[in-house]
C-alpha cells in the first residue's frame, strides 16, 4: 500500500497541475474569445500590439476617434479645468487643471458623480434657477458660484457651461470650464473693506479734502467738511477750478501752485486767506500732494481750517504778553515791599514780615493765573487771604457781598491790604482773643457814577489803641491800595475795633466784562 | 503550489475588498462609457469596498505591456484572486457580474451602449 502510495503520488499531482493548468488556459481562451467578440461587436476603441520598441496602439475608430483625441488633448492643455458629465451626471472626462483645482486623481474621478469631486453652492437660491433655465433654453450658461472640494476647501469660481449633444441633437451631458478665481474675489473683497474704510475717513474728515483732474484743473470730487468749509453744496464743487471757489482768487497763483505741484509732487501752505460762499474770509492751511491713480495723475487737496489755532496762538502771544508786563510789575512792587518793610519796623523781624507780605502777593497771584489774569472774585480774593483763619470763617469772621470781579490791578492792592488787615487783627485786633469778630463787606452803590464799596470792621476785641506812627502796613491799606484804584480809604481806630474802609469808581474796581463766575454771591455769613 | 491552485481557494465574501483596474484610450465614447457603466457596477454593489483605477493607455503605453493589455478598454480584477480581464464598453452587466463574483444571476444592472 506504502509503495503504491509512493508510486501513485507524483502521478496524482500530475494530474492535479494538469487539471489546474487546463482551467488556466481555458480562462485565456475564454479571455481571447472574449477579445474577438468584443472587437467583432465594436465594443473595442483601439488594440495595443507589442514592437519592437515597446507596445504600439492602434485606434479602431477612424477620424472621428482622432478627432476627439484632439480635442482631448486641447482640453488637456488649457489652463482652466474642463469637467464633461454624462446625463446621469457621472464624469467622462476631467483634464488635469481640474485634477489639480479639485485635489483628484482622474481615476479617482471618472466615472464618479459630482459630488464626489465638489458640492456647489449659491450665491442667491435665484442664481441656480437661473443657470438651470439658460441650460434648458440656451444650452449653455456662465456665471460664478463657490465649488465646495472634498477636503472642505472653498473655491470661488466663473464657469462656463455647455450642454454637450449627440448628432441627433439629444443632449447627452455638459461640459463645464471652470476658473478659479478666488484669489480675484479675495482681492476684490479687501478692495472692497479698504474703499469703505477709506471712503469713511474720506466722509467724516474733519479736513477739507479736493480731489483735482491735474490735467483740467477742475475739481473731481470733494468731501462733506469741505461743502461745510466753504458753504458750496457738492454739485457746485464739481467740475469747478480752485480760484473759482475762493481759494486763490488769483488764477495765477493757483497756477503757480499746480506747477510747483507738478515739479516737487507736494505743496504746502500753511496760511492762506479762503473765502466762503457768504463773502466771510477764513484762515486755512493747505497741502496739496500728486499721485497715481490707475495709471492716472491725480491731485489731493486737504484744507484744514486753522482760525480756531490763529485765535488760539494770538491769544498765547496775548497772555505771554501779560505774564512779562505782570512780572514786571510784580518785581516792582516786590522791590517797594521789601524796601519798605526793611526802611519801617524792627530789623529782627524783617524776614518774617517780608515773608509773610510776598506770600499775601503770591495768594493773590495764583488767583489771577487761576482765572487767566481776567481778574478775581472778591469773595475768593477775600477766603484766599484768609486762608489761614478758614475755620474762623463762619463764626468769627462774616463775609458779605454779590458776587463781583475785581481787575487784576485792584485784585492784587486789595489782596495785600487784606492781609495787612488780617495780620494787625492777629497781633492786635479782633482776631488776636478768643471773642473778637471781623465782618468784611463789599458792595457796589448805583448812581452818576457807580462805585465800590468795601469795609473790614473788627469788633469784640482788645481795647483800640492809636498807633503811635504809620508803617509800611498803613501804607498798604491806605496809599497804595488808593492809588491802584483811584480810590479813598477811610482807616478809623475805633474803641470797638479797627474799621477800614475803600470806595473807588466801580470801573477801576471791578473787571468790564465781569466774566460769568459760577461762584454763587457770598451769603451773609460764609 | 501554482497559481492555478492559490486562485481557486477565495471565494468572494461580502466583505471582499476589491482592486479594479479599467484600461481606456482617452475620452472615445467606448471608453467613457466603460467608465460610466463600472462604476455604476461598483456603485451599486461594492459601496465601500473597491478601488478603481482608471489608466489612460494613451498617455502612459507602458502600462498597457506590463498587464498585457492587447484591446481597450480592458477591465482587469486584480483582487480578490482569481484575476480576471473583460473587454468592451462593460454594458453586458451579467456576464460581468458573474466575472466579478457578485452573482450567478439575476436582474442585470442598467447599463448603456454607445
Known sequence: MTHKVGIDAPDHLATSALIAENARLQIRLAEAEETLRAIRTDEVDALVVQSAVGPKLYTLQGLDAEIMRFRGDMLAQVSDAVIAIDKDERITYINAAAEDLYGVSASQALGSTLPRVYDLRWFHPADEVAAHTDLDDLGEWRGENIHIRSDGRELNVESSVTVLRNIGGEATGRLAVVRDITERKQHENKLQVSEVRYRRLFEAAHDGILVIDPGTSKIIDANPFMTQLLGYPYSDLIGKELFEIGLWKDGRASQDMFAKLKLSGQVRYENLPLERVSGEHQDVEVVANLYEE?????????????????????????????????????????QAVAYQTARQGDPATLMTRLSERINGLAIGQDLLVKNQWHGVDVADLVRGQLAHFADLIGTRVSLSGPTLRLTSEAAQAIGMALHELATNAVKYGALSNLEGCVHIAWKTLPGNQPTFDMSWVESGGPAVTVPTHKGFGHTIIGRLVEASVQGVTQIAFEPGGLMWRLTAPMDNAIAPANPAKSASPASAVL | MTNAHLEAVEPAGETTHYVLHLYVTGSTPRSIQAIANIRKICEAHLVGRYDLDVVDISEDPMRAQSEQIIAAPTLIKTLPLPLRRFIGDMSQTDRIMVGLDLRAGGAAIPTERS
Open chain 1, 294 to 334: 490707475n495709471g492716472r495723475s491725480v491731485i489731493q487737496c486737504n484744507i484744514r481750517d486753522i482760525s480756531e489755532r490763529r485765535r488760539s496762538e494770538a491769544h498765547v502771544e496775548m497772555l505771554m504778553a501779560e505774564v512779562n508786563h505782570r512780572a514786571k510789575n510784580l518785581l516792582a512792587v516786590v
